[in-house]
């Protein structure tokens, strides 16, 4: 009997049910803050061909998006004629997975009534993989940890204990990083199950039919979202710190009536440091920077994601080829949706916000190991430890609201509580605030920067890998908007640090960080005075800035004095050309 679109659609919203349940297992059961506290995960279902049937919400477009790509890599390795119930297999492969070593993915095959019938694929991001540490120092990928081709993981439900003991004997933080992999094997069981119980509720024997309705209605529905995009090529280019010298990121971008293209060529070449991003990740955040515009409704799934052409020139850093390092590839990745609203933002003009700090600030930490060294005093107790906590700068405004405060965009991931971080190690968090004035102002201010400043309770040395950008070249504005306010790193005692790499807090200092903010959306002069006037109470805008950005004179009891703001506005008014 043939079924109809409405059974077609049910079925398609429990298949996302069940790669949503599939992603809060991995969460659930993960060991590490990375997936249990923020997320920094991915999970779907795909079909014998390797196609993405359905993604989970749960998880970032990096993992996502490239996830996707890598099952082509898993069925070279293992084709679906040798795949037994209760195998799982893994790579933490940069080109063939999610861009660095710090990601492990897993697929499970799926099987019902003794047949083959889907993949089941999962990432998440360890606590540490071994070589030198998460740092961008590392000049080869050879320096920065574990490297694993697709092996089997789980052969037919016992678990290759010889992997797993290479695994333990090459990382830091070994009960973590192995309760990760088996989190990663039971998200994937889960899904299994899940999709057995589907799969005998509505009778399906396979999901041919219903994975082809998914990805030709998928595809059918992007088609007409970007022919209904305005047409046009446009090229957009950005500079940001790089690790030695800067960085510049080139896209040309077309719409046409078949699909989206972008092209890289014109960017900077790769990085003798470790923030070089493999085309796999590129692709992925490419992806979203157009989606999150021409498309942002449609699913993400193998029908949408292939109307996207993505080029990218062999060696650039964009592109870069093993044995290129590429531990900090987020560096460069999280830039690329910005690179592409530039492009999008000539093309439409009006429907893009402002630049973003975009590159997480995640503050990575660690002590002992041979990471930091020893306190000068041997009395002082100094706990060894490995910590990775997500925290953001601000986003930028958008074209009718401002912008989101200490908010990670693309990634999308959680901020860890800085309780979880002080739980578990001897990190106290001083400071983590607002940072006043580093939205950049506009019509639409953007969001605002955050400030943290961490000390070791125990008065130990400990290390910082710093993987941060945005100190050089702040977020830019658009439509007359300003830019949000550079990042910077420091120390307590007030030396100032580099914005990547491994670095010594020394014992009894602190680290301080002032993270970025987001650009702002049109011009100052023309924001609410009234929205103004809450900035400046709530603290994000200082009574001297709301003069001089926004024309905007506040009172010592926080009332808006009407005379003369219409004077410090007449005043710019006039100043202005033409």
Known sequence: ?????????????????????????????????????????????????????????????????????????????????????????????????????????????????????????????????????????????????????????????????????????????????????????????????????????????????????IIDTTRAAMLKAIRAFPKGRAQASMTIDGYDRPVDLVATLTVSDDGVAVDYAGTSPTSDFGINC?????????????????????????????????????????????????????????????????????????????????????????AGHGIAPRPQDPSVQATPFTVTSFHSGGTGARPTLDGLSATPFPSGVRSVPIEVTEAFTPLVVWKKEFRSDSGGPGRYRGGMGQTMVIGNRERAPFAILATFDRTQFAPRGRAGGKAGALGALSLGSGARLKSKGRQIIPEGDVLVLEMPGGGGYGAPMERDPQMVLHDVRSGLVSREAARGEYGVEITADFQIDEAATARLRQREKASMPG
């Not at 080109?95 to 003794?114: E, M, R, Y």
């Not at 292939?306 to 592109?319: D, H, K, T, W, Y």
């Not at 987020?330 to 690179?339: A, E, R």
């Not at 933002?345 to 009006?350: C, D, K, L, S």
């Open 1 to 213: 009997m043939a079924l109809s679109d409405i059974q077609f659609q049910v079925m398609w919203n429990r298949l996302l049910a069940v790669v949503e349940e599939q992603a809060q297992t991995l969460v659930r059961a993960a060991f590490s803050t990375s997936a249990r506290e923020s997320g920094d995960v991915s999970a779907g279902v795909f079909d014998l061909q390797g196609r993405m049937l359905a993604q989970a919400v749960t998880g970032t477009p990096g993992h996502v998006n490239s996830m996707a790509a890598s099952i082509k890599h898993f069925l070279a390795a293992f084709p679906v004629e040798t795949m037994r119930e209760g195998d799982s297999y893994v790579t933490n492969d940069p080109w063939k997975a999610t861009g660095h070593l710090s990601d492990f993915t897993v697929v499970s095959p799926a099987f019902h009534q003794g047949r083959l019938v889907a993949l089941f694929a999962c990432t998440t991001h360890v606590v540490d993989i071994g070589g030198q540490g998460q740092s961008p120092d590392g000049r080869q990928i050879y320096n920065e940890g574990l490297w694993i081709p697709p092996l089997h993981l789980v052969r037919q439900g016992t678990v290759d204990e010889t992997l797993m003991a290479i695994i333990r004997q090459n990382v830091r933080e070994p009960v973590q990083v192995e309760g990760d992999l088996y989190a990663l094997v039971a998200c994937n069981e889960i899904g299994a199950h899940r999709l057995r119980d589907m799969m005998t509720e509505y009778a399906l024997s396979d999901l041919g039919e219903l994975g082809q309705y």
């Open 278 to 366: 493999p085309k796999s990740y590129t692709d992925a955040y490419t992806a979203f920077g157009v989606k999150c515009i021409v498309a942002p409704s449609i699913p993400n799934n193998a029908g949408s994601l292939e109307l996207i052409r993505v080029e990218a020139p062999e060696g650039c850093i964009v592109n870069a080829q093993p044995p290129c390092a590429v531990m900090a590839r987020s560096i460069i990745g999280h830039m690329l949706p910005d690179v592409i609203f530039g492009c999008l933002h000539q093309i439409a003009p009006g429907r893009v916000p402002a630049e973003g700090t975009s590159c997480l600030w995640s503050v990575k930490l660690s």
